[in-house]
């Protein structure tokens, strides 16, 4: 198990259909960079310049500075500088994901983590600029990590799969749901606490991860846009093999060869509406559902 963690890990950007060991890996390179950065800067009298640089690409709850640094509520989510923090947050992410991957596939899963960090933000931003509470520390209040994120993904299972079982230590078997509703009640109850802003990042990824999952069943993917440009960078620097043409030398070479041209014609013909049953059908049964004529299909018309 352990082997074959590291190895998916290891190639996690070499390997298709593997957004779970995608995610883990930016957040760990992400957290070993800042972590150099911020010994070598402050052992060298440079430790205002991290922190500078840091604040450039934390998640601002100002409206005006946000506005400046537009790219923060990406930014944010990948962001961790404490161990702990990024371990809890990377083993939720990763046994949860684990059904996510299951249930609605790889790219759904990076949709459900990347709209939770986002509505996160989002959510982050208007109650600290709408309750009173907050009023002092708008200007002053920066964010970081994966929370929100994850909480959408442990979210989105629960939803997805309500009566799965974690065997949790000292506590034995658990359902997944009594787990995503502890936590969600921990963060609201901390929502007014020393890590106010974080607690309410979770809030906000918890929500969209509900509502994500409960818009899928109903035929709405609410991360087709974060899909299609994901697919969209795949194929622009994805290499492809030369494709190398061979007709066999036969008496009936002309039949054989229109044959070929017209099979090589009915696999690139994958209309939208076939694609789009293929991924009704993961949503439904996940990834491993599919037929191995319906995985090449949604392969051949990924590489487009």
Known sequence: MYSSFWDNLKNAFNRQDNSLYKLLAINLIAFFVLLIARVFLTLSGYGALYKEGMEWIMMPASVSTLATQPW????????????FHILFNLLFLYYF????????????????????????????VLIYNVAPYFSQNVDSSLMLGASAGVFAVVVGAATLAPQTTFFLFLLGP??????????????FANSIGENAGGEIAHLGGAMLGFGYIFLLRKGWDLGMPIQKIGMFFENLFSRRAPKVSYRRPTSTGSRSAKTEQTQSVAKESLSQEEVDKILDKIAEKGYEGLTKEEKRKLFEYSKK
């Open 97 to 124: 994901g684990q059904l996510v991957h299951q249930y609605i596939g790889s790219r759904r899963l990076t949709n459900l983590y990347l709209l939770g960090g986002l509505f996160g933000a989002g959510f982050y």
């Open 72 to 83: 923060a509520p990406f930014t944010y989510m990948f962001l961790h500088e404490g161990l």
């Open 174 to 187: 658990v359902k997944i749901v009594y787990i995503a509703a502890f936590y969600i009640l921990l963060s």
